[in-house]
């Protein structure tokens, strides 16, 4: 009789992919959306059906579309195979009062959500099927009206438009087109203008980068206009300076570029990411007494440069592998494995005073406390003992800036 059952549901499943793929042909956008949103949702372990079902489809666009389903199922395949499956969620409400709903999503997500200005009482609708941290929070950013904010003491559901830009989930993480701005200035006695397009990698607290906002992590390889002419991406106005994208969150890596004015819209845009996350890490701590150095997890490590005056505490710390010599120290690149953030200086009774950081190199960094410190002890971080570099291709299009 079970094994009856699962024929009927693995029967009844194929019917449903063999519908999703036709829907993806649909001349409805929100029936090919909606196909596509199936699709991705499968396991990422039927892939290999829609390879064998992709053989059989002769459109070019229905093709382009399954094809990029596929990829995007590869890329989950592969995160999962080592930062584990997301965590989904499945809830169905219909009418439900804002604080209520929020109360029941927080729970399924684990994360504390929390109102600020908005109606309590207000009704909210929300279908999720296997939704994703990302998913389920547009989603009830959108029902209520208000946008969110993903933060160090949780998640803040606020009042405010909710996001229109694209974005795309590949399993825990999403890509989102998070601003995009006309800006003007005068420049040589005229007015000038350029659009400035941001984008964020989110990723959920439960996952930890080596270290926050690696630079290099989003990479943009490529920007076409309606046309499929390529942009410039060394493209910057004379008058914008240093000028960047406005507030950044704990978790998530950045990339900005400008676009000329008189662009064709939309833009499709294509990257790729390879961030470095944190699977195994040990505390590592080096005594100021003696001889400032320690050996642990296969490195060495030293104080150098060490000093504690009335202006400031300033050090650095160099690490190289154990058995190679200073001048092979030279040419190693340990970026990424001294969690940058972790710092401290361990003292008697002020206890463990954060040291800012200064700069450095992949084997030695700098760090400065801006007043003397009583009585120092130790100096004391968390090095990474093992990484997993996650890398996937990615594309959006439909990028529009504001008429």
């Keep these: 009789m079970i094994a009856a059952a699962a024929l009927v549901l693995l029967l009844h499943q194929d019917d449903d992919v063999s519908k999703w793929i036709r829907a993806l042909g649909s001349d409805s956008l929100e029936e090919r959306e909606e196909a596509g949103q199936h699709l991705e949702a499968i396991d990422p372990g039927d892939a290999a059906r829609l390879r064998r079902e992709l053989e059989k489809v002769t459109d070019p666009e229905v093709r382009a579309r399954l094809e990029s389903v596929i990829r995007k199922l590869d890329v989950r395949a592969k995160l999962r195979s080592v930062l584990g499956a997301k965590r989904s969620v499945t809830l169905s409400m219909r009418g439900e009062p804002l604080a209520a709903a929020v109360e029941k999503l927080g729970r399924a997500l684990g994360e504390r959500i929390t109102l600020a200005g908005l109606d309590e009482k207000a009704p909210v609708t929300l279908d999720l099927k296997a939704a994703t941290l990302w998913q389920s929070l547009d989603a009830i950013a959108g029902s209520a009206g208000a946008r969110y904010e993903y933060g160090l003491d949780g998640v803040s559901l606020r009042a405010g438009k909710p996001p229109r830009l694209p974005r795309e989930n590949f399993e825990m993480f999403q890509l989102a087109v998070v601003q995009a701005s006309r800006l003007q200035a005068w420049s040589g006695g005229a007015l000038d203008e350029a659009g400035l397009i941001g984008l964020e990698l989110r990723h959920p607290r439960a996952v930890r980068p080596s270290a926050p906002h690696f630079a290099g992590a989003l990479k943009i390889a490529s920007v076409k206009d309606a046309g499929g002419v390529a942009l410039d991406l060394e493209y910057r106005p004379a008058w914008a300076g240093t000028m960047m994208m406005g507030r ?27 961030a470095p996350f944190v699977l195994e890490d040990e505390a590592v701590e080096i005594p100021i007494d003696g001889n400032r150095a320690v050996a642990a997890h296969g490195f060495e490590f030293r104080l150098q440069d060490y000093s504690n005056t009335d202006a400031a505490l300033s050090f650095s710390i160099l690490a190289k592998r154990q058995g190679v010599d200073d001048l092979g120290a030279l040419s190693e690149d340990l970026t990424g494995l001294l969690q940058i953030q972790t710092v401290v200086v361990v003292a008697g009774d002020a206890g463990e005073i954060r040291a800012g950081y200064r700069g450095g190199s992949s084997t030695l960094w700098n760090f400065r406390h801006d007043t003397k410190v009583a009585a120092p002890k130790a100096v004391r971080f968390r090095w990474n003992t093992k990484l997993h570099r996650v890398q996937f291709d990615w594309k959006l299009a439909g990028v529009r800036l504001p008429e």
């Design 248 to 274: 950044q969150s704990e978790f998530c890596f950045v990339e900005t570029f400008f676009v000329p004015k008189g662009t064709a819209m939309p833009l499709t845009l294509a990257g790729a990411v390879d």
